[in-house]
C-alpha cells in the first residue's frame, strides 16, 4: 500500500512538470519578447533533467559492515555503508537513512545522512552511535531518496540489508570464592581448593557440559548411552549458585544487570556452576550448569531482558521456592528493599542456604536504610558502580 501511494505521488509530480512546461511554452509563444522566451528556455534545462530523472531505475545495491559484531553497554559503535549503481547517471543528491528496529536505539537518534554522489557510481558513507544501549538491534534496511534541485521529482527506494548486533551488559572483572557450608557457618574457601576436593564419591552421572574435566568423564555410561556423562559429586553441587534478579523498573537497573553479569562471569570461571531466574513479566529461569555455554546463554538473555515486572521481587521468590531451592548459595539482586522480600531471604536462610542480597547503591528511602542496619538473619551487601569487586571481597570474608 506505501510503495503504491509513493508510485502515485510520483506519477502527479510528473504531471505537475508537464503542466509546467506546457504553461511556460504557451506564455512564450503568446507573451513574445525576449523575456518570455528567456524564461522559457531556462526552465527547459530543469525540465530535460527532471523528466530524464523520472524514467531512471534508481537501482542500488549496499552493504553494511560493523567495527565488530558484539559490544558493551554504552560502547562506541562505528558503521560503515557501501552503496554501488549501475551507470553514472548524475545525481545532485542522495539522502540515505538507517531502517532499524529497535525502539530504545531509534528514541536516542535519527540516522540519516546526505550524499552528493554527481557522477560516481560508489559512494561510502560511515556514521558512529556514541553510546550504544543494552539490547539486540536489527538493522532491516537502508531507506535512500534523491531528486532535482527543485524537488520536482523525487524517488524513493528500500534496499533491504539485515544486520544483527547485540549489546551486552558491561560487566567488571571480579573473583568468586565457592561459599563452604550454611548462611549459620558464613566460611569461605578458594576455588583451587574446592577443585582440589576428594571426588571419589560419586553421587550420580549427569550429561557432559562445556567447561567440564576431563577426567571427570564417565567412560562407561559414556559408552551405554552414545554421549558424553560425566560424574557428580556431593560437593560439587554443595557449591552451585542460584542468582534471582530483581526486574523491577528501577533508576538503578541497569547497575542490576552489569552486577548480575560480572557474577556469573566470575563465578563460571572459578569453576563452579551457575542458575538464573530474572524476576520480570518476560523472565526465563535457567538450569544451574558450567562452562563457556551456560556463560554465553545467562549473558544473551541479560542483553536482552527488559525492566518489566507487574509482580512484586517477594512474590516471585515464593511462586519459584522449588526452583531457588536447588543450591546451596542463593544471591539476590535488587535495586529495592522490602519488608516482605527480606522475609523471604529468610526464610530460604533458615531452610540452609546461605543468602546473600546484593542492593544497587541509589538514593536510598529512609525504610530501606532502616533494613539494611536492622537486618542480621542474612548478609546485605551494598553494590556500587566500579566496586563490584568489593562487594564480592565482603562476601568472602563473611
Given at each position: 500500500?506505501?510503495?503504491?501511494?509513493?508510485?502515485?505521488?510520483?506519477?502527479?509530480?510528473?504531471?505537475?512538470?508537464?503542466?509546467?512546461?506546457?504553461?511556460?511554452?504557451?506564455?512564450?509563444?503568446?507573451?513574445?519578447?525576449?523575456?518570455?522566451?528567456?524564461?522559457f528556455?531556462?526552465?527547459?534545462?530543469?525540465?530535460?533533467?527532471?523528466?530524464m530523472?523520472f524514467?531512471?531505475?534508481?537501482?542500488?545495491?549496499?552493504?553494511?559492515?560493523?567495527?565488530?559484531?558484539?559490544?558493551?553497554?554504552?560502547?562506541?559503535?562505528?558503521?560503515?555503508?557501501?552503496?554501488?549503481?549501475?551507470?553514472?547517471?548524475?545525481?545532485?543528491?542522495?539522502?540515505?537513512?538507517?531502517?532499524?528496529?529497535?525502539?530504545?536505539?531509534?528514541?536516542?537518534?535519527?540516522?540519516?545522512?546526505?550524499?552528493?554522489?554527481?557522477?560516481?557510481?560508489?559512494?561510502?558513507?560511515?556514521?558512529?552511535?556514541?553510546?550504544?544501549?543494552?539490547?539486540?538491534?536489527?538493522?532491516?534496511?537502508?531507506?535512500?531518496?534523491?531528486?532535482?534541485?527543485?524537488?520536482?521529482i523525487?524517488?524513493?527506494?528500500?534496499?533491504?540489508?539485515?544486520?544483527?548486533?547485540?549489546?551486552?551488559?558491561?560487566?567488571?572483572e571480579?573473583?568468586?570464592?565457592?561459599?563452604s557450608?550454611?548462611?549459620?557457618q558464613?566460611?569461605?574457601?578458594?576455588?583451587?581448593?574446592?577443585?582440589?576436593?576428594?571426588?571419589?564419591?560419586?553421587?550420580?552421572?549427569?550429561?557432559?557440559?562445556?567447561?567440564?574435566?576431563?577426567?571427570?568423564?564417565?567412560?562407561?555410561?559414556?559408552?551405554?548411552?552414545n554421549?558424553?556423562?560425566?560424574?557428580e559429586?556431593?560437593?560439587?553441587?554443595?557449591?552451585?549458585?542460584?542468582?534471582v534478579?530483581?526486574?523491577t523498573?528501577?533508576?538503578?537497573?541497569?547497575?542490576?544487570v552489569?552486577?548480575?553479569?560480572?557474577?556469573?562471569?566470575?563465578?563460571?570461571?572459578?569453576?563452579?556452576?551457575?542458575?538464573?531466574l530474572?524476576?520480570?513479566?518476560?523472565?526465563?529461569s535457567?538450569?544451574?550448569?558450567?562452562?563457556?555455554?551456560?556463560?554465553?546463554?545467562?549473558?544473551?538473555?541479560l542483553?536482552?531482558?527488559?525492566?518489566?515486572?507487574?509482580?512484586?521481587?517477594?512474590?516471585?521468590?515464593e511462586?519459584?521456592?522449588?526452583f531457588i531451592?536447588?543450591?546451596?548459595?542463593?544471591?539476590?539482586?535488587?535495586?529495592?528493599?522490602?519488608?516482605?522480600?527480606?522475609?523471604?531471604?529468610?526464610?530460604?536462610?533458615?531452610?540452609?542456604?546461605?543468602?546473600?542480597?546484593?542492593?544497587?547503591?541509589?538514593?536510598?528511602?529512609?525504610?530501606?536504610?532502616?533494613?539494611?542496619q536492622?537486618?542480621?538473619?542474612?548478609?546485605?551487601?551494598?553494590?556500587?558502580?566500579?566496586?563490584?569487586?568489593?562487594?564480592f571481597?565482603?562476601?568472602?570474608?563473611?
Open positions: 500500500m506505501s510503495r503504491a501511494f509513493s508510485k502515485a505521488k510520483e506519477f502527479r509530480r510528473f504531471l505537475f512538470l508537464m503542466g509546467l512546461t506546457v504553461l511556460a511554452f504557451a506564455y512564450a509563444m503568446f507573451q513574445g519578447g525576449f523575456v518570455s522566451w528567456f524564461l528556455y531556462s526552465f527547459l534545462p530543469i525540465a530535460f533533467y527532471a523528466f530523472l524514467f531512471y531505475p534508481l537501482s542500488l545495491k549496499g552493504e553494511r559492515t560493523f567495527s565488530k559484531q558484539e559490544f558493551l553497554f554504552q560502547e562506541q559503535v562505528r558503521v560503515q555503508i557501501a552503496l554501488s549503481r549501475k551507470n553514472r547517471f548524475p545525481l545532485f543528491y542522495i539522502i540515505a537513512e538507517e531502517m532499524i528496529s529497535s525502539s530504545s536505539l531509534l528514541s536516542e537518534q535519527q540516522i540519516k545522512k546526505v550524499l552528493v554522489p554527481g557522477f560516481k557510481k560508489k559512494l561510502v558513507l560511515g556514521y558512529e552511535i556514541s553510546q550504544m544501549p543494552r539490547g539486540e538491534h536489527h538493522f532491516t534496511g537502508i531507506r535512500v531518496k534523491t531528486g532535482d534541485l527543485f524537488g520536482l523525487e524517488k524513493e527506494k528500500q534496499i533491504p540489508i539485515e544486520n544483527k548486533i547485540v549489546v551486552y551488559p558491561s560487566f567488571e571480579l573473583q568468586y570464592r565457592p561459599i557450608g550454611s548462611a549459620g558464613g566460611s569461605a574457601m578458594t576455588a583451587r581448593a574446592y577443585q582440589n576436593q576428594d571426588t571419589s564419591m560419586s553421587v550420580g552421572i549427569r550429561s557432559y557440559q562445556p567447561g567440564d574435566r576431563l577426567s571427570l568423564i564417565n567412560w562407561k555410561a559414556t559408552a551405554k548411552r554421549s558424553l556423562m560425566t560424574k559429586f556431593e560437593q560439587y553441587r554443595s557449591h552451585d549458585v542460584m542468582i534478579m530483581d526486574c523498573p528501577s533508576a538503578q537497573f541497569e547497575t542490576v552489569s552486577f548480575t553479569a560480572s557474577a556469573i562471569k566470575g563465578i563460571i570461571r572459578s569453576g563452579t556452576q551457575v542458575g538464573l530474572t524476576a520480570s513479566d518476560n523472565g526465563r535457567f538450569a544451574i550448569r558450567g562452562g563457556e555455554g551456560q556463560e554465553q546463554q545467562l549473558f544473551y538473555h542483553a536482552t531482558i527488559k525492566e518489566a515486572g507487574t509482580v512484586s521481587f517477594a512474590k516471585v521468590l511462586n519459584e521456592t522449588a531451592q536447588q543450591s546451596r548459595t542463593l544471591l539476590l539482586v535488587t535495586a529495592q528493599l522490602t519488608e516482605k522480600m527480606i522475609e523471604r531471604a529468610r526464610y530460604y536462610a533458615s531452610q540452609g542456604q546461605f543468602v546473600i542480597v546484593f542492593l544497587a547503591a541509589g538514593s536510598q528511602t529512609a525504610s530501606e536504610h532502616k533494613l539494611v536492622q537486618e542480621r538473619g542474612i548478609k546485605v551487601c551494598m553494590v556500587h558502580k566500579g566496586q563490584f569487586a568489593k562487594a571481597s565482603e562476601v568472602s570474608r563473611a
